[in-house]
Every structure is written in C-alpha cells, then in structure tokens.
C-alpha cells in the first residue's frame, strides 16, 4: 500500500504551509505533523483554541518551536509580499465550509472562499512551492449517483458549492498557466475530534452527539432515507500528506469511503455510543427538508484505489470513528 510513504516523514522534515489551522481539518493536519516532527506554518484569521493548542503540543512541548502561527485573513492580498518564509508543501482548508451560511449569506461565503483562495495560489506562485492541495467538496456532485471525478458539474444547490467549483477552474487555471502542481480534494463528509462543538451550522454528527448529551431531540432536516459517506479525519490527514509527497497524475480526486450510511442508522450508532443514562430520552425527529442540502451522497474512489493501493481496511469503520469523536464532546 502507498500509504507506507508516510513512513518519509519519519527521516526527512518538510515545512509545511496549513491555511484554516484553527479550523477542524486544519487543526488535526497540525497535531498530525507536530507528532512527526515536521515544520508547520499556520495561517488564520482565527486564533487556535488553547485547550486545542494545548492538546496538540502536550506529549511534544519542545516542538512548539516548530510551529509559527501568522494571523492572516487570506481574502485580504496584503500578506502575499509580507513573507519569505521557506516552505516546501501548501495544505489549503482556510474557508466559509457551511452550506446552510451560503444560503443565508451568499456573497460573504463565494468572495471569502473565491478570493481567499486566488490569493494563496498567488501567495504559492511567489513562493515557488512545490505542491498545493486544496479542499474541494462533494456538493459539486448535488444528488448524482454517479460521483466519478470526470463527470460534467452542474445543477448545484447551494452558492457555497458555486465557490467550491470557481476555485476548481481557478486551480485549473494556475496549473496550466504556471505550471503550478495543484491537487483539490472532493471531501465527502468529514468527522471526528478537534470538530466544532456549538454554535450555529453544525455538521449532523457533532450536532446529534451535542443534542445526545444535553438530553435533546435530534433533528433531521428531510427523508429518514437519507445517505451520507462519512469520512474519519485521520484518513483524510493522511491523504493529504500522501498526495503532497507522491507523483499524482490527477488534478481532483474524491476523498471518502466509498460507503453510505442512512442517517437514521447514524444516529442509532451515536445513540448506543454516547454514554449517559438520559440518552434514551433522546429521539429523532424529522423537519422539512433545507434549502441545499444533500439527499444522498457516496463517493467514487476509483482513482484512489488504483493509483495508492489502498483497500477498504485502510479507512476508520463508522463505528471506531464516532467513539473517538464522542470522546473529544465529553
């Protein structure tokens, strides 16, 4: 399995540019390196939580050194010139990553994720990096079945898969015009620790664990029949750092599992994982569907298991998955 190369990060340190390092996806790309030794320069408009931060850095506290945080609003061009610093690989999550916030407020979520993404290829060109992998989406994919990467995008629902195809032809662009080495990342439904915990917008996981152990009905916004492909976080880390170090020959992949859940099962699994004794009080119940939202996804995986070798035992079952993500909720 290609997913051996990772072993390089055990012998060579690369440094490493995280934009979203505040983020869910970024702060889990940060402990990642920080436990194998690697330089990390982090950008965000955001400052890392210090319970998080604390998290990261408490078995490795002389690596802090190996992480530089920049507050940097990347819609906003003026950092571009700012820095020379030496940086070998490019992981882009910074962005407005809510589906029903894109909807509420269109032109705040494209320009943010529009913008903010031609200025670090900008940023990157200057730099001369030599690989940059950007987070793409399933929402491209809308309600098709067929979900392989060649398939012509149209028909989307919402203005925050709008950004997400912009930045896909801006990508495409770049690499063409300036022969920058660019990969974007199709991320199906993405969960685990470091996630978001409260507020507005959650992802369905933390928000039916959060509904669970406050002892609240979960909500489920359309059809019981609902499917999503849910994807553990370490793989998604791990397949960032294995796109960045390997010789790719293709410009998008699909990252998930290749399986779909129904959501109504999603939730009897983090009914009998959430430990408390009032979660049986807990029930689902079913609103109108939203405006955007996917009935059904699941992801073509082709190109990942051709190309890395990678077999379904290589993904975190469902089940271990949310274990670990309830753990970080309590």
């Not at 990772?6 to 979203?20: A, D, E, Q």
């Not at 032109?107 to 993404?117: A, G, L």
């Not at 030599?130 to 067929?146: H, P, Q, R, V």
């Not at 370490?234 to 796109?243: A, C, Q, R, T």
Request: proline letters at 2%.
């Amino acid at each position: 399995m290609d997913i051996k190369k990772l072993k390089i990060l055990k012998k060579k340190k690369f440094s490493w540019l995280v934009t979203g390092v505040s983020g869910f996806i970024g702060k889990n790309i940060l402990n990642y390196l920080i436990l194998n030794d690697q330089i990390v320069i982090g950008f965000d408009k955001n400052n890392i939580v210090k319970s998080d931060y604390d998290k990261i850095f408490s078995n490795y506290p002389n690596r802090k050194k190996n992480f530089i945080f920049k507050k940097q609003d990347l819609a906003n061009p003026n950092f571009i010139k700012k820095d020379k610093i030496k940086i070998d690989f490019v992981l882009h999550h910074a962005a407005s990553s809510s589906v029903p916030l894109s909807i509420k407020k269109p032109k705040q979520v494209f320009d943010n994720n529009v913008k903010s993404f031609q200025n670090i290829l900008e940023y990157c060109k200057l730099q001369k990096i030599k690989k940059i992998i950007y987070a793409s989406s399933s929402a491209l994919y809308s309600d098709k079945k067929n979900t392989n990467e060649n398939i012509k995008i149209n028909n989307l629902k919402s203005v925050y898969a709008e950004s997400k195809l912009a930045n896909e032809k801006i990508a495409n662009l770049y690499s063409e015009e300036f022969k920058m080495n660019i990969i974007g990342l199709r991320y199906f439904n993405v969960y685990g620790p470091f996630c978001k915990k409260k507020g507005m917008n959650l992802p369905v996981i933390n928000n039916w664990i959060q509904s669970l152990l406050l002892n609240k009905h979960a909500e489920l916004y359309g059809s019981k029949n609902q499917t999503r492909d849910f994807i553990y976080v370490k793989n998604i880390v791990e397949l960032n750092i294995l796109l960045s170090l390997s010789k790719n020959k293709k410009k998008i992949y699909n990252i998930g599992t290749g399986k779909s859940t129904r959501l109504n099962n999603l939730f009897k699994i983090l009914k009998k994982n959430v430990n408390i004794s009032q979660k049986k009080n807990s029930k689902l119940i079913y609103l109108r569907e939203r405006t955007g939202d996917i009935k059904n996804s699941k992801a073509n995986i082709r190109s990942l298991i051709t190309e890395f070798k990678i077999t379904n035992k290589y993904f975190v079952n469902l089940d271990s998955g949310l274990k670990e993500t309830i753990k970080y909720f309590i």
